[in-house]
């Protein structure tokens, strides 16, 4: 009455290739340094790295992998100049287009394919007088067409590079890399990302470039089409606030510069900016980024008012760029993870309300004291 049956079972998950970005803040606060005797920088890079080797050796599927560094803007390495326009603007001179980019003016601002080219990221000269002396953030020799310092070989012998007066000032030099399977090759540029001393952290250039990252269209194609076999990651990493005021003062510190020469103007349309014409004839407060000078030029609408009104709308931004990836247009499915690392992104803070309104969900969002 009785037979010993064997049985073999099997389950497949629908999942057959699984591709993740990491978006991953390379600010100068991530020098900081932690209980571990390392800088933040370094046990991001240890932790990222551990994490792609845990997704191969712990998961079937193909495994592509691409990373965003991030400050306040992205650099898509100049390899991708086809995606660039206004690169040979005049206030290069001598110097070099380094890869960064401008955004486009809103709602393309935080679209996967606007079409057409980003312009290249150009710092424009700033007031050389300040307080009657001659100093200043990139400053102009008096005009607006030129810069006070502009030999960025000369000056890279002994200053970061990202720093060095110029066209590129404030240009992270830490290039993204799109999705591949070659994930030696990954971890060794994880690896070889750099933190040094910058002027502001911004989040929603770096959660907008992962999803043109993980999208099958252009301007990056690495990405498979969306499907119920393919999971698309967004893993944001950032350790502090959203800034872009001048020398983080919180009052300014252009408000009360002039050039030498001619009165100082920007106006953000050459660079393909929205916003308006400052023409104060002094510089902005806050400072350049890739939507223009937000809080001055006002791409995004506002009074200017003061810095409370402008920190909001820098979150207010996150969460556009990150609404935008969850929205599902055209069958878009990326799932978002954000970790907030150091107390300056505790729960009451404004950084910890961006990361938590940009995860998918809010167990997705996780705070590192």
Known sequence: ????????????????????????????????????GKTRIQELKDATTKLVDQLVAKTDYKVKVGYVPFTMNVNLGTKNAALVRDAANPLFGASAWKGCVFERAAPNHVKDNPGGKWYAYVWPPMPNSIGGSDWGENPSNGTNAGYLTADEAAQAATDPQVMVNGPNYNCTRNEVQALTTDLAAVKAGINNLQAVGNMGTLIAPAVTWGMRLLSPAAP???????????????????????????????????????NSTTPWTFDPSKFG?????????????DNMSP?????????FGGTAADWNEHMDQLVALSDAACNEVKAGTGGRDI???????????????????????????????????
């Open 220 to 258: 990056f194609t690495e990405g498979e089409p969306y499907s119920g076999t393919v999971k698309k990651v967004l893993f944001v990493v950032t350790d502090g606030d959203q800034v872009t005021e001048a020398e983080f003062s919180g009052d300014g510190a252009f408000n009360e510069s002039t």
């Open 291 to 299: 939507y223009g000078f937000i809080r001055d030029s006002r791409p």
């Open 273 to 285: 900016l929205a916003g308006s014409v400052i023409n104060t004839g002094y510089g902005p407060m």
């Open 1 to 36: 009455p009785y037979m010993d049956v064997g049985i073999t079972t099997s389950a497949a998950s629908k999942t057959s290739t699984l591709e993740i970005v990491f978006a991953l803040d390379v600010s100068g606060s991530m020098l900081a340094g932690m209980s571990s």
């Open 335 to 369: 799932i978002i993870y954000t970790m907030g690392v150091s107390n300056a992104t505790a729960p009451g803070s404004r950084a910890h309300t961006a990361l938590h309104n940009c995860a998918s969900v809010a167990k997705n969002h996780f705070y590192v004291d």
